[in-house]
Each structure stands twice: as structure tokens, then as C-alpha cells.
């Protein structure tokens, strides 16, 4: 795998008979460095800001959602003296950033907070949390509309259960989904719940996967839904979930039909990266993943298609070399059916990225393209594109090579990517877990957790539009 996969990664379980240990990677270092900026960095990002108003305690994996209007909604894990709450901060569109606070009063400790927005500007956050004494562990979930109260934190799954990893979606009328993983005695199985927007309500959580005992395992569900409610899941299934190999398996739901039998969607019968993506919008949605082909060791990137309305699924392309090293595609689509793709890649002695376009009439580019990301090693990518086609990329680089920085390049709707700009220039420690959203408005918001000088860490954001 990628030395980078570690870097931000969601709550991982690792299965010992009956025993269950939650590991979760954390960034290091704190050695001070002189950042070297792009020789011409992009101007349209605004800089970078700490989103916290108490720097006394570690905080980690953020998420972000831009609501068609500007506003954004952050969620983040915060040490607070031993134990990991939830917390948030909400952007006004014209007023800026508001205080942050606590979403959730449970005790036990926070993993994995997600959220999602509508195109009607509701947002949804969901997270998994421990629930101190009986063992057990919740998804839980939260609604907030700007310039109204959030509703109450709502648990998902089985009291008695043990949840975690959720993944979030909405669609135009905020209607939501949330699939998790679930141990269940001796395995783990993808779970999911539908939110109707008009009643308020949640379904009943359903299975999707049919691991059904050991040692088959099914793990670490990712999400989309297009503007109707039509929603893909995927997930992991393996034997051995600290070790591999994984398969890809997925299931689709429309709002008149409910979910589909799972299927298996790779290419071939190879090893699986779990870092996989969809996306979905008014056209139809795609599907991302490293796979090695049938035994081989060398992983390259796959995609499959669906259009608007028929759910069924073309046939995996290839898009990467055949030669090639490539792990943790990033996907996103935009309301023409236009695409990105982006995912990490062995250039010659590092890691770098690459990019590559897709549209209707011509397919994916033919020759994918290298980002111009200067010199350093670069990863953990993270893509977003509004429906209008406009497009942000953020991830990880060594600048100088001795610590992690944030870059950025943007992107306007038919165009190509701009020249990759510093997004943080914070010297005093690494800046890891980035993620980025773009708006329907064409603002995008970036953020990611980074080392103070005391090796303390915080919650920063960087805007563009």
C-alpha cells in the first residue's frame, strides 16, 4: 500500500475472536520547516484560519459539506482531556465563521465524523461513538438547516450493538442515507439506514452485505445519492481484515424499489485497495478503485458507469497504465455527466498525482495527465465538483522535504487545473487529513488537522471561490 494510506484514515476494527480494538493512525513529528510556495500560486484562496477558539486540545479528522448558498458545516473528534467528543463550527455565507461547540453529550469516545449537505441547504452529521460501560458502539446522527436549531443526536443502530465507520449522503429534497459497518458476534456486516425528509423519520437499518458469518467480513461502507434518492453503497469483504485481500462488493437502492442484492463489482478477482469512491449526480453516478488483476501485486485504477434512471452498470475500465502503481482514487461528477478523476501514483522514485477527465462524448482522457505539484512527495488526495462542473483538489505534499503541507488546485467547468498553491503556512508542525467541498455557488471550503509547535493539534480551513 501507499505510505500515505495510513495518513487520516477512518476507524479501523481488528477482529481476535471475540475481542474488539478500534485503532486509529495519528500524525507525528513537530520538527519546524520553511514551506517553498508554487513559484506562481493560485489567487483565489482566501488563506488559511484555525477554526478553534481553545488551542489546549489535540483535534483530528475534520469533514466539511458547502451548502448551495455558501454556508459550510465542519465536524471534527477533539481530545477533551481523555476522551474524543464531537465537535462543529458552522459558516455563515455572509456573516463568516461561527463559534464552534459540541455536538453530542454522550460520554465515550468519537470516531469517524462525516457529513453531507442538500441542495435545498439542509446538512447532515453523522459519527460513531463508544458508549462507556456496556462496551457497545453507536452511529449516531444529527440535521441541521442553517439559521435553525440542529435536531437531536439520533442512534441508528442496535443499543446493544456495535457500529461504526458511517458514511453519509443526501439528495435535492435532504432526504439521507447513512451506511456503517456492524459486529455482529463473530463478523461484521454493512448496515443502512434512509431518512425521508417529509416525515422526519428513520427506516429501520437493513443489511446490504451477506458476509453472514466468519470468516467472510464486510467493512468500511462509502456512499453517494444523486438528486432523486437513487443511492449506491460499496464496501470491503475479506477473510482477513488486518491483512487483506479484499473484494468489492456494492448494492443500489431506488426510493420506489429499495435496495438491490449485493453484487461484486472489481474487475477481476485480484487484491482491492479499500480506498474506493463513488459519485453521483442528475446523470448517473461512477465508481472508483485500485485493483491488482487476478494475483498480480501491481495495482492499477478502475472505474465503472452507471446512467440516470437504469442502475445498471457498465463494464470496468481501465484508466491508469497497465504499468503503472496506483492506489486511492478520488471520483467526482458534475450534473452534465463531466467527470475527475484523480489518485496517487509511483512517478519515477515518489509518489505523486494524476488526474484524468472524463466526458460523455469521449470517455476518460486517453493520456491522464501528471499534476504539477513541484517537488516533494504528494498524496491523500482529496476531489469535489459542484453541478455546474467547477472543481477543487486538495492533498497532502512535502514541499520541503522534511514536513507535510497543504496543497490545493483549482478548477472552472470545461477548464484544467490551475497551478497548485500552498493552502497553510504554518511552520511549526505537519498538516494531515485534508478534505474539500465544492459548493454549488462555486465556493469551495478545504480543511485538515496540523501540529502547533507544541505538537498540539488544530482544525484549520482555507476558502476559495
Given at each position: ?37 508554487p513559484s506562481n500560486p493560485g489567487t483565489a484562496w482566501s488563506g488559511a484560519q484555525v477554526l478553534e477558539s481553545n488551542l489546549l486540545f489535540n483535534s483530528r479528522y475534520p469533514t466539511v459539506a458547502v451548502g ?354 500552498l493552502l497553510e503556512t504554518s511552520n511549526a508542525g505537519h498538516a494531515y487529513s485534508p478534505e474539500v467541498h465544492m459548493g454549488a455557488n462555486g465556493q469551495a471550503v478545504a480543511v485538515w488537522y496540523q501540529l ?14
Amino acid at each position: 500500500m501507499p505510505f500515505l494510506n495510513h495518513i487520516g484514515a477512518p476507524l479501523r476494527l481488528l477482529l481476535l475472536g471475540l475481542a474488539l480494538a478500534m485503532v486509529l493512525a495519528c500524525g507525528g513529528g513537530g520538527n519546524s520547516r520553511v514551506n517553498t510556495p508554487p513559484s506562481n500560486p493560485g489567487t483565489a484562496w482566501s488563506g488559511a484560519q484555525v477554526l478553534e477558539s481553545n488551542l489546549l486540545f489535540n483535534s483530528r479528522y475534520p469533514t466539511v459539506a458547502v451548502g448551495p448558498t455558501g454556508d459550510a458545516f465542519v465536524a471534527w473528534k477533539r481530545d477533551s482531556g481523555g476522551v474524543y467528543d464531537a465537535w462543529a463550527k458552522s459558516l455563515n455565507a455572509s456573516t463568516g465563521w461561527q463559534p464552534e461547540g459540541t455536538i453530542e453529550s454522550v460520554d465515550g469516545d468519537v470516531g469517524n465524523p462525516q457529513v453531507a449537505v442538500s441542495a435545498n441547504g439542509s446538512f447532515m452529521v453523522a459519527w460513531d461513538q463508544v458508549s462507556p460501560g456496556n462496551g457497545d458502539c453507536g452511529v449516531y446522527v444529527r440535521k441541521w438547516i442553517p439559521g435553525s436549531n440542529m435536531t437531536s443526536a439520533l442512534r441508528l443502530n442496535d443499543p446493544s450493538a456495535f457500529g461504526y465507520g458511517p458514511a453519509v449522503a443526501m439528495d435535492q429534497s435532504g432526504n439521507a442515507c447513512v451506511a456503517w459497518t456492524e459486529f455482529v458476534g463473530t463478523y461484521t456486516e454493512i448496515k443502512a439506514s434512509r431518512f425521508t425528509a417529509a416525515t422526519g423519520t428513520w427506516s429501520a437499518p437493513q443489511v446490504l452485505s451477506t458476509a453472514g458469518a466468519l470468516p467472510a467480513q464486510a467493512l468500511w461502507p462509502v456512499i453517494a445519492m444523486d438528486p432523486t434518492g437513487n443511492t449506491a453503497v460499496v464496501w470491503i469483504q475479506t477473510t482477513d481484515p488486518t491483512n487483506g485481500p479484499f473484494s468489492l462488493h456494492g448494492a443500489f437502492c431506488t426510493p420506489a424499489g429499495g435496495w438491490s442484492s449485493p453484487g461484486n463489482l472489481q474487475a477481476g478477482s485480484g487484491d482491492v485497495d479499500p480506498n474506493c469512491a463513488l459519485a453521483m449526480s442528475a446523470t448517473g453516478g461512477f465508481l472508483a478503485w485500485a485493483e491488482t488483476m487476478d494475483g498480480g501485486t501491481s495495482y492499477q485504477v478502475y472505474t465503472r458507469r452507471w446512467v440516470a434512471g437504469s442502475m445498471v452498470i457498465d463494464a470496468p475500465v481501465r484508466v491508469s497504465g497497465a504499468s503503472e502503481v496506483a492506489y486511492s482514487p478520488k471520483v467526482a461528477l458534475d450534473a452534465q455527466g463531466n467527470a475527475w478523476l484523480a489518485w496517487e501514483q509511483m512517478i519515477g522514485s515518489s509518489w505523486g498525482l494524476v488526474t484524468s477527465r472524463f466526458t460523455p462524448s469521449a470517455g476518460w482522457s486517453t493520456t491522464p495527465q501528471i499534476l504539477p505539484t513541484g517537488a516533494g512527495q504528494a498524496g491523500n488526495v482529496r476531489l469535489s465538483m459542484n453541478t455546474s462542473g467547477s472543481a477543487a483538489m486538495i492533498w497532502q505534499q512535502m514541499n520541503d522535504g522534511s514536513q507535510w503541507s497543504i496543497n490545493g488546485s483549482l478548477c472552472p467547468a470545461g477548464g484544467n487545473w490551475g497551478i497548485p498553491a500552498l493552502l497553510e503556512t504554518s511552520n511549526a508542525g505537519h498538516a494531515y487529513s485534508p478534505e474539500v467541498h465544492m459548493g454549488a455557488n462555486g465556493q469551495a471550503v478545504a480543511v485538515w488537522y496540523q501540529l502547533d509547535a507544541g505538537g498540539i493539534r488544530h482544525i484549520y480551513a482555507n476558502r476559495a471561490k
